[in-house]
């Protein structure tokens, strides 16, 4: 097994099975099933293993955001072959990790442009090492390279709407972007948002607590109470489902921050137990994953 190989199947098994124990063995990608599930206008959404996939199909063609693992290519393509018979024209990943561009190399070869932003080509380029997983992530091939990329904004006039992509600074990377269908209202969060657990944030790729906060913030400040709104990964949900989730990320940070102005080390923090009340009303938390967010949120303060 690749180091690469390794990657994804860890990502993926954190993704699939919620643990952070056992994450390590392979995935049979041969049992993974994409489903997809239509969500208003021209949007639906693919669930599969590794992050949720959003789509938009009409006249003009097929655009997807983010592409899970290549071995799932195929799937990805006939699930998207159920929802349109339009070629597939674009592919925006919401951030370099490999359950969200695996697919980029098959993708790019069969003709799809693929766009992210500036610093997801710069880290899938470079390769990557993701500190929180003791993980590296292997420079990626040519073709799986974003064309074109961008540095705040930037729009794709298709199917009858504006969808625009908007990048949010330091947030689970340094190269996030959520993508609201303006027509459809419908807006993908990519992992700024994860609607099962306390989310992780890379801080070791530029990820922060107060940049998931300030995507939350931005994506309430498009929502109103119509608007769908796609996680990174766990299902779809709704402005409140982002005021909650914003309400569990508020809360610890505020509680680790005044620990650490305490003096407290992470390690004190971590076996304090001080985030339960927040963990007890969230939701799946893996075994162990509340003492890695503490970890992100910790780390990343300033
Ligand atoms: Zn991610």
Do not use: C
């Amino acid at each position: 097994m690749t180091l690469k190989t390794n990657l994804i199947a860890t990502v993926a098994a954190l993704s699939l099975a919620g643990s952070i124990t056992g994450a390590l063995s392979a995935q049979d990608f041969s049992k993974v099933e994409i489903k997809a599930e239509a969500l208003r206008g021209n949007i639906s959404v693919l669930y599969g293993a590794g992050g949720n996939i959003g789509v938009s199909a009409g006249d003009d063609g097929v655009f997807i955001v983010d592409d899970q693992f290549a071995p799932l290519t195929d799937k990805i393509k006939a699930a998207l072959a159920g929802i349109s018979d339009k070629p597939l024209r674009f592919v925006l990943n919401t951030h370099f990790h490999g359950d969200h561009t695996g697919g980029n190399e098959n993708l790019g070869k069969g003709g799809a442009v693929i766009m992210a932003h500036d610093n997801v080509r710069q880290r899938l380029s470079k390769g990557a090492f993701l500190k929180a997983f003791d993980m590296k992530m292997d420079p990626a091939k040519m073709a799986a390279l974003p064309v074109v990329t961008f540095n705040d904004k930037i729009s794709l006039h298709m199917n009858g709407e504006e969808a625009r992509v908007i990048h949010v600074k330091n947030a689970h990377t340094d190269g996030d972007s959520i993508i609201f269908f303006k027509g459809s209202n419908v807006i993908h969060m990519g992992d700024t948002f994860f609607n099962d657990r306390l989310p992780f944030m890379d801080v070791s790729n530029g990820g922060s607590i107060d940049g998931v906060i300030a995507a939350a913030k931005a994506v309430l400040e498009l929502a109103n109470d119509e608007t769908i709104v796609i996680p990174g990964h766990g299902k779809v949900t709704d402005k409140a489902g982002v005021q909650a989730y914003l309400v569990a990320l508020e809360a610890s940070r505020k509680i680790v921050a005044a620990m650490k102005a305490e003096g407290k080390s992470l390690e004190d923090i971590q076996a304090s137990g001080a985030l339960a009340d927040v963990n007890a009303n969230w939701r799946a938390n893996p075994e162990g994953w509340v003492k890695k967010y503490i970890g992100f949120v910790y780390n990343s303060l300033k």
